[in-house]
Structure formats: structure tokens, C-alpha cells
């Protein structure tokens, strides 16, 4: 059951078209979360801020009314709306949306992309080839340590192992040896 969002309460309509750069209509959603807890004023109802989200049509186009983030009867009033684009190449951002705009397209509030001017980064063949080149030899080097690092836990396997013989038969001559007395006497057990 869907109950209607508030007369009182100024809606704007958010519109959006996504396409690819060859002109191809994107599929996915775009997803609205409110940023707050909405309280209106008059009616004492409680919007809770959870994601409306939409799915882009055939076109990558898509329609959805929200409140107004200045709205008056809203408490608190200059919220804003978290964006996700959600599909590849996405991006997630915060947009305001007053109620003088009765309709706002999202490409006219969405942040604009960065550009520091380099453009997409291509490498030329022989670039690549030398970039394999060096991972093969970072990964030739890998394998060279992994070989000495076994070679290190066998190493030092065998230490443990001999340290242990060692340690016990030190023990032994320890025991032999805390069980004689002053007098030259061997005693049955004494502890040092």
C-alpha cells in the first residue's frame, strides 16, 4: 500500500537521459536518498529518508517526483538528495532541488565531470609490449623470491628441529648433571 505524499509538501519533477558517447541508451538506475529525516510541519507526518530509485527505460531516460529540499512544511528545510548513478560509469553526488523549479533536469544540478585536460590515456604497441616486458620480469623476480623464501622455512625448520634435539640433550646433561650433590653424590631428582 502506497499513501500519498503530503498536499502541503512542494513536489519537483527530476528528469534525466543517459546515453553512451556512440548514442547507445544506457541501462540501470539512478537512486535519490534524502539526507535527512523529513518532519512536516503541518500534518506531523515523518518522512523517512530512504532510496527511491529508478529504473532508466528503453530510451536510458527516466521521471520521478521528490520534494522540494527548501520546502517550508519540511523539517529540516535545505536538505539535500545523495545521487547514484547506478550503472557502469556511474558517479554519486548531492543535488538541491527548490520548489521555484517545478521541473529539473538532473544533467542541469549534476556536478561537471573534471577534465584536466589529457583526454582518455592510450599507449602505443610498443608502450604495452615494454609494460608486459617488466611485469614478466617483476613476476620472474617474484617467483625467485618465493623460492628463497621456501628455502629460508626449510632452513629454518631444520634450525627449530635441531635446537630442539639440542635443547633436550642439554636438559639431559643439566638434570644429570643438578642431581649431583656438593659431596659428589648423585641424588634421584633435584630441581635448579
Do not use: C, H, W
Not at 538506475?29 to 529504473?55: D, E, G, H, M, Y
Not at 565531470?113 to 620472474?140: C, H, K, M
Not at 623460492?147 to 631444520?158: G, N, P, R, V
Not at 635443547?167 to 642431581?179: K, P
Amino acid at each position: 500500500m502506497i499513501v500519498a505524499i503530503p498536499a502541503n509538501l512542494s513536489l519537483v519533477t527530476v528528469t534525466g537521459t543517459y546515453i553512451d558517447i556512440s548514442g547507445v541508451p544506457i541501462a540501470g538506475q539512478v537512486k535519490f536518498t534524502p539526507r535527512a529525516v523529513l518532519r512536516n510541519v503541518t500534518s506531523n507526518v515523518i518522512l523517512v529518508n530512504s532510496t527511491i530509485v529508478v529504473t532508466l527505460d528503453a530510451n536510458g531516460a527516466f521521471s520521478q517526483q521528490l520534494v522540494a529540499t527548501d520546502d517550508n512544511d519540511a523539517s529540516p528545510v535545505n536538505f539535500t538528495y545523495f545521487v547514484e548513478e547506478a550503472f557502469v560509469g556511474g558517479r554519486s553526488f548531492d543535488i538541491l532541488l527548490p520548489a521555484a523549479n517545478a521541473t529539473v533536469d538532473l544533467a542541469d544540478v549534476s556536478p561537471a565531470v573534471s577534465n584536466d585536460g589529457t583526454g582518455a590515456l592510450y599507449i602505443s604497441a610498443a608502450e604495452f609490449n615494454d609494460y608486459e616486458a617488466r611485469l614478466t620480469v617483476v613476476e620472474g623476480k617474484a617467483g625467485a623470491v618465493e623460492t628463497y623464501l621456501a628455502s629460508l622455512q626449510s632452513a629454518l625448520a631444520t634450525a627449530i628441529a635441531n635446537s630442539n634435539s639440542a635443547r633436550n640433550l642439554v636438559n639431559s646433561y643439566v638434570t644429570s648433571i643438578g642431581n649431583i650433590g656438593d659431596n659428589g653424590i648423585l641424588y634421584p631428582s633435584r630441581a635448579f
